[in-house]
Nanobody, 124 residues
Framework: QVQLVESGGGLVQAGDSLLLSCIFS????????MAWFRQAPGKAREFVAA????????KFGDSVKGRFTISRDNPKNTVHLQMNNLKPEDTATYYC?????????????????WGQGTQVTVSS
């Protein structure tokens, strides 16, 4: 069974940067498309970013384009989300997700496994 464990969340000020990490275990990491989603209180889960199995392709949600980057280290079974120029509206619980599908989806239902989430709070 796949397990995903996120880390790196915290309380930061607007304009700061934060690096989230997600460690994957239980299956062959390089066989999974990886993604980050987020969910703020009272709001629907929102797609943030996805990365292909090889790391050769990425996809971002409109609200984070140009500020966030996603990367993966297949030998270390890890995916990262580098968040720059953070805004108060980025405040949410961030979830790591894994999909056995080859395409980069922005739909949460396409992902088979989820982490427990890590909280990011951005103060103004």
């Amino acid at each position: 069974q796949v397990q995903l464990v996120e880390s790196g969340g915290g309380l930061v000020q607007a304009g700061d940067s934060l690096l989230l990490s997600c460690i994957f275990s239980g299956r062959t990491f390089s066989s999974y498309t990886m993604a980050w989603f987020r969910q703020a209180p009272g709001k629907a889960r929102e797609f943030v970013a996805a990365i292909a199995r090889s790391g050769g392709a990425t996809k971002f949600g409109d609200s984070v384009k140009g500020r966030f980057t996603i990367s993966r280290d297949n030998p270390k079974n890890t995916v990262h989300l580098q968040m720059n120029n953070l805004k108060p509206e980025d405040t949410a619980t961030y979830y790591c997700a894994a999909s056995g599908r080859i395409y980069l989806s922005n739909v949460s239902g396409a992902y088979d496994f989820w982490g427990q989430g890590t909280q990011v709070t951005v103060s103004s």
